[in-house]
T-cell receptor, first 114, second 109 residues
């Protein structure tokens, strides 16, 4: 069966510090991978998605970046965090079932920027 | 105007009541309509999806889509305290999912 891991689970970082969040998927090959951010009381906002190694599409201009160094590894980074980067970051992978790209979410990383 | 509008609630109901949740949308390109459940501090999990107007049942859950009105609903029958969570509607066009803000539901024992 497929599982998705994210770490760390929680993170408190000062403004201006760098960020690296990691997501790995087990039990599947060549998945589509996604990074979302969920701010308090708001829906999920798609940040990046990837259809393969080294292939990243950005949905929202910001000071975040993403990389996919291996098939089942997706990394979210920032060189300098802003207060507005606080939120719940979710990684997801998808499989196409009968034409529907069903997305499965990881447990998330709660980031607080102070 | 947001693509997907969802009343954030909160909604509090007694155990056994019917929970009614809904979303409206503006993008006619949406092809699939989904409902996710998210427990506190966890990632969302897919409950149901549908792609056509009409009703779809799965146990105590019924999803309803009205494409002409751009309106979708989720009904939970015989609600249980374990149904207490945030429910997010989501709509898909191509690979992209657009989410509502989520409605927080509490089922009181």
């Amino acid at each position: 069966s497929q599982t998705i891991h994210q770490w760390p689970a929680t993170l408190v970082q000062p403004v201006g510090s760098p960020l690296s969040l990691e997501c790995t998927v087990e039990g599947t090959s060549n998945p589509n991978l996604y990074w979302y951010r969920q701010a308090a009381g708001r829906g999920l906002q798609l940040l990046f998605y990837s259809v393969g190694i080294g292939q990243i599409s950005s949905e929202v201009p910001q000071n975040l970046s993403a990389s996919r160094p291996q098939d089942r590894q997706f990394i979210l980074s920032s060189k300098k965090l802003l207060l507005s980067d606080s939120g719940f970051y979710l990684c997801a992978w998808s499989v196409n079932l009968a034409g529907v790209d069903e997305q499965f979410f990881g447990p998330g990383t709660r980031l607080t920027v102070l | 105007q947001k693509e997907v509008e969802q009343d954030p609630g909160p909604l509090s109901v007694p155990e056994g009541a019917i929970v009614s949740l809904n979303c409206t949308y503006s993008n006619s390109a949406f092809q699939y309509f989904m409902w996710y459940r998210q427990y506190s501090r966890k990632g969302p999990e897919l409950l149901m999806y549908t792609y056509s107007s009409g009703n779809k049942e799965d146990g105590r859950f019924t999803a309803q889509v009205d494409k002409s009105s751009k309106y979708i609903s989720l009904f939970i029958r015989d609600s249980q305290p374990s149904d207490s969570a945030t429910y997010l509607c989501a709509m898909m066009s191509g690979y992209k999912l657009s989410f509502g803000a989520g409605t927080t539901v509490t089922v009181r024992a």
